[in-house]
């Protein structure tokens, strides 16, 4: 006699079929995820720059579009969004899909500034983005009209104190790198001086060289044809050591003011979620270009000097620089809509 067996299906059964069908999904997911950064790269790649052509960021990405495609054996592309102070491009790519085929050229100002600067920005340099390596730094220089009084920064420092509010000191918009700069430095110095922002860098050089304001903060490639002419003078640079191209230039930190530091870099950024195999290619390529002897050059002449990192550093990198323009910007009490 047969005897027919009825098994009944517990709660604890479906709660198993229920884990099996989820791990399932997984593997699938992963699976597929490990055969796209196996095929990597398959088509043209983008780089997003959230700025308009022409400017440091833009000069940057198009050097690393130029040498990846080389490398890659694909076509890397550069797509200017610019708009909302940079928010509109970096925004895109934080939604964008995580297939390393949409990348951002990074930028201190996109990435560690404007997130607690603007009242909504729309991303979070820490949620939303998995860093794949850096490529500059850049610092700010101090420069002056050869009018200005002060040759060093403690003399700038101790003509400030003495007239308290008197001297004007250009800066780019307020919000960016160079204003931000200068409002570290008046903080750090504990000096009271006014600040002038200006809507570009064109118009601050012109009323630096026509001495309407005597001193300002501003970044390097302007000035430097102005400065080996002897029409502008350099009294320090704002990063912690002294840049390549003006050695005999101190840094703020060694001729006044100990422990300042005020840098602006750019990077390679991906949407989260990129798997890790691309991300690592990536990373392999760009320290490749950027220790050639050619892209160090090209760095060099927009006032940069060429860094390198892991993923890892970079993402510690941008934590640390967001956590210290935030903490300025809330001090400061700085918003923008």
């Not at 229920?18 to 983008?46: E, H, N, W």
């Not at 009294?235 to 101190?250: E, M, N, Y």
């Amino acid at each position: 006699m047969k005897m027919k067996m009825k098994i009944k299906k517990t709660k604890n059964m479906k709660t198993i079929n229920a884990i099996v069908v989820v791990l399932a999904a997984v593997a699938a997911f992963v699976g597929g995820g490990a055969a796209r950064a196996q095929d990597y790269p398959s088509k043209p790649i983008t780089i997003v720059v959230p700025y308009p052509p022409g400017g440091g960021v833009d000069v940057i990405a198009r050097v690393v579009a130029e040498k990846l495609t080389v490398a890659l054996k694909t076509q890397v592309v550069v797509d200017n969004r610019g708009g909302a102070g940079g928010n509109l491009g970096t925004r895109a790519v934080a939604k964008a899909e995580p297939d390393g085929y949409t990348l951002l050229l990074g930028h201190t100002g996109t990435i560690s500034i404007n997130p607690t600067l603007y009242v909504n920005a729309g991303y979070d340099p820490r949620k939303d983005f998995s860093a794949i390596g850096m490529i500059a730094s850049m610092p700010v220089a101090l420069i002056a009209h050869p009018s200005f009084g002060p040759k060093t920064v403690a003399e700038f420092i101790a003509l400030a104190k003495k007239e308290p509010g008197k001297i004007n000191l250009g800066t780019s918009a307020i919000g960016t790198g160079s204003y931000l700069c200068a409002e570290l430095f008046k903080s750090m110095a504990g000096v009271d001086v006014t600040l002038v922002p200006y809507r570009g860098t064109a118009p601050l050089m012109n009323d630096l060289m026509g001495a309407h304001v005597p001193v300002s903060f501003g970044v390097l490639p302007p000035a430097l044809g102005n400065l080996a002419a002897g029409k502008l003078r350099a009294l320090a640079v704002t990063g912690a050591t002294r840049f390549s191209q003006l050695p005999d230039i101190p840094t703020v930190a060694e001729s006044g003011l100990p422990g300042f530091e005020a840098v602006l870099h750019y990077g390679l950024l991906a949407p989260a979620g990129t798997p890790k195999a691309i991300i690592d290619r990536l990373n392999k390529e760009l320290l490749a270009l950027v220790n050639t002897d050619e892209v160090k050059k090209r760095i060099h002449a927009e006032g940069g000097d060429p860094m390198t990192s892991s993923p890892g550093e970079y993402t510690a990198d941008i934590d640390q620089e967001e956590r210290k323009w935030g903490a300025l910007i809330k001090k400061l009490n700085l918003k923008v809509e």
